[in-house]
């Protein structure tokens, strides 16, 4: 670590101005939804008007004509059912490729890796199609399960990243012992990898939640999620800023706190993954 | 040591090598099983969500779709086979102009928003590493931009940006920054740029934060000053978890999409990328073409990445095992009371 005495003052003030100036575009959002709409409306800022919750009121009352409910809890199911899969999937994946080194891993990695080179674009025709034959369109689950593959390559490789963490004479002791692979996996895993696995889960939340290219082409009233109902929101409401930045601060909140929660441990994991 | 105090152990330690590594054998190809036994549900997923859209996509870019008169003039329903005419078509036919144009603006951001990010993110790295007080709130408001959604941060842009927004207010000039023209272009950089450099920041600083301090120590008794300091350990050392993150950045520029799109729209010459083209021709059933744009676009950027890895060495998997073997091989330095000089072949760049 860094000697504390050779610190420059200055440096502090210029991480903080960095932070603000990062953060001011969002907080400007957060600020204008407790405003009244003719405060919102007015430039520059308002800043100093008196708060008041009706943007939110109207956005989550019907006051719009749509309830924002069902875009929300189709984004919720899409994001934790999508999440859920992937840690079903990626567990034993990334469990195989850390702990029991597979001949060629790295390969298997590189494998995973060109799944980022892929345009999405280019899966976007072919899966609409198979939507619209089998029946799947506007249907959340199908959402649910391409998200669960978009994001199973990331998650492999990074708790592959956390699972390696666990040193290996634990593993081999337990396996003296007579643990079996199952106990080893709860007792000794689970406990030091836990917190990687955690962020990894959240990592793909935040990522299912902001997903925009999909759920646009393949869901309608019924599935939409979250930021498809945000651009339609814009185009019908946009004059009434508030009400509209209440909508954003909304579907942003989710992943916010899930970014926070993850925070020390997904830089950690991004850095060893190197992901996004 | 002589030989002959040896050679009776050695020579139990050899007898009994062959019925362990047996053993071990044994226990290798189980541990195989089991390994492509975890391994393979994840592939099936992928197989069935990834690799079949892609290869039916490469499959769609060589047919043309919806009606056509075939050589005798009767309406063909249905598929064609038309080989690599969607191709020639986009290089070279009536649609070259739109795909140039794309391929032009797609290359124009990866090259700008990627240059920004990487001297950005590293200047913020570089100044969260030395500001102790309050890293931790610094770092976790710099994490905003990257965790709100793609949807909301161009919609807070498209309002900055607006005729009578912000940024207007604050240049004192009206500058339809929305329109056609160099201004949607920087538009969508700054806001790209707004949204990952905080992101980069943070991995460049996980990579700043295990480079020994004694590294430093070590410079400035050499009497070193800061900007070799940076120059000759800082850079080098950081470089690994660096590249990698500009690689990762690369291939999601030269796929930008979201962005664009809601702050600028779709079918604006100035900021349409090429998987917006791609999504525009699928959006007007033009199946065939929309498959080409998206084959092509898949091959630039696996050739982007190719180059990148080689020219530059980025080593994608290693990277988490070098960084390990140099902060082993630092606390063995300080466990010898490590000498003044650096050690020459780390902090000398090759």
Redesign the interface.
Known sequence: ????RR??RP??A???L???L??L??A??VLTALHSEPDAAT???SVAAPLTLQGYAEFFGAGTGVSPWPPLINSATASVGSTVLVLL??I??A???AI?P??KW?D???FF?S??????????????L?AQYTGLLDNISLLA??Y???N??IA?WLMR?FLAEVPKEIMESAALDGAG?LTTLRRVVAPVAAPGIAATALICF?FS??E??FAR?LTGVVAGT??VF??GF?TSQGLF?AK?CAA?TV??LP??V???AA?DKL??G??????? | MTSTSTTEPLRAKTRSVPRHARGRRRGRAEAGRLAALLLSPTFAVLALVIVYPLVSALRDSLFSSGEQLDENGFVVQGDQFVGLRNFADIVRGAAATRFWNAFGNTTFFMLTTVAMETVIGMAMALVMHHALRGRGVVRASVLVPWAVPTAVSALLWRWMFASDGVINAIIGHQVLWTTEGWHAKLAVIVADVWKTAPFVGLLTLAGLQIIPGDLYEAARVDGAGSWRQFWQITLPLVKPALLVAVLFRILDALRMFDLPFVLIGNQKRSAETLSMLAWDEASNLHYGPAAAYATLLFFYVVVVAFLFVKLLGADVIGEARGRRAVGRRAVGRRAEDAPAAPPREEVVPA
């Open positions: 670590m860094r000697n504390p610190v420059w440096w502090g210029v991480a903080w960095a932070g603000v990062f953060v575009p969002a400007w959002m430039n520059p800022p999937l990626a034993p994946a469990y195989a490729l029991k597979v001949r790295t298997v990695l590189f890796l799944t980022k080179m892929l345009p999405m674009v280019a899966g976007l025709l072919p899966v609409y198979f399960v391409l669960t593959s978009m199973l390559p492999v990243s692979l935040i939640w902001n925009l290219l082409v979250a930021p945000l651009t814009v800023l509209v954003a579907i942003s992943v916010l899930a970014g926070f925070q830089v950690q991004l850095s060893l993954g190197a992901v996004k």
